[in-house]
């Protein structure tokens, strides 16, 4: 993480010679998640999450922008409607924390106090970095589940990597301050957001009893487990999907030669 954050603010700054103004802000919203424990709906918010960022805006239509967002996903089968997962039972809240380095398009000329339109529609895309953590509860008692090998492999890395994409509304509120609202969707390149991936592996391999008792949860409430070894646990997807959604407030810092638009 360290080596991707010092190259992506070298690119920055380089860009930044040729830029007109700063920016910068943040943003609050929600989390989201689409994965083993939530197939079918993308815009299901199941956590908060915060950002903040640093702009710099070339003309009027193209900016970058490089943001730190942190946020939080969760999912449980008892929620869902479907028999078979509430059958499987299992659960997680996992915590993002997210580096970004965001390329930004208007789809009108925006400069914020001087320009002449007051709002723009935009999309975006870039490169991003998260570290994630997933963590289950069980028997009232919060564990990490990374460490744990819930099915039987080497334990995964904490950190992926994904491209960004998403869109988002500006307008020009006062002075040069702009309101904005935006949704943008992450595939970083794990399936392991949720501890959820492959099948159920032998119970007798897994490391400690807790890992065996987290592995397959289908039995807690019933007694009659349904997790038998090389059985799909997850959706076979190789990807999991986040995303962020935020209301997001920004002051740009206009330079001299932004009254000669």
Do not use: H
């Amino acid at each position: 993480m360290p080596k991707f954050i010092l190259i992506v603010f070298l690119i920055f700054i380089s860009f930044s010679l040729k830029a007109q103004s700063w920016e910068i802000g943040a943003g609050v919203g929600g989390a989201g998640y689409m994965g083993d424990l939530n197939l079918n709906n993308p815009l299901k918010v199941s956590g908060p999450s915060i950002g903040g960022f640093v702009a710099r805006n070339f003309d009027g239509y193209f900016s970058a922008k490089l943001s730190y967002n942190f946020g939080v996903i969760s999912a449980a089968d008892s929620n869902s409607g479907s028999q078979q997962f509430r059958a499987r039972n299992l659960s997680f809240t996992t915590t993002l924390f997210e580096v970004s380095a965001i390329g930004e398009f208007n789809f009108m000329k925006y400069i914020p106090e001087i320009g002449l339109n007051k709002f723009s529609p935009y999309i975006f895309f870039g490169f991003a970095a998260v570290n994630y953590f997933p963590t289950t509860v069980y028997n009232g008692v919060k564990y990490s589940l990374r460490g744990l090998e819930t099915e039987g492999k080497k334990p995964y890395s904490t950190t992926a990597f994904s491209f960004p994409y998403g869109a988002g509304f500006k307008y020009n509120i006062f002075g040069a301050f702009t309101l904005g609202y935006e949704i943008g969707y992450r595939n970083p390149n794990t399936d392991y957001l949720d501890d959820v991936s492959g099948v159920y592996p032998v119970k007798s391999t897994l490391k400690s009893p807790l890992a065996q008792a987290l592995s397959d949860r289908s039995g807690e409430k019933t007694g009659r487990y349904i997790g038998s070894a090389d059985t799909q646990r997850g959706d076979g997807n190789p990807r999991d999907t986040y995303f962020f959604t935020q209301i997001t407030l920004s002051y740009t810092f206009l330079t001299q030669k932004c009254y000669f638009q």
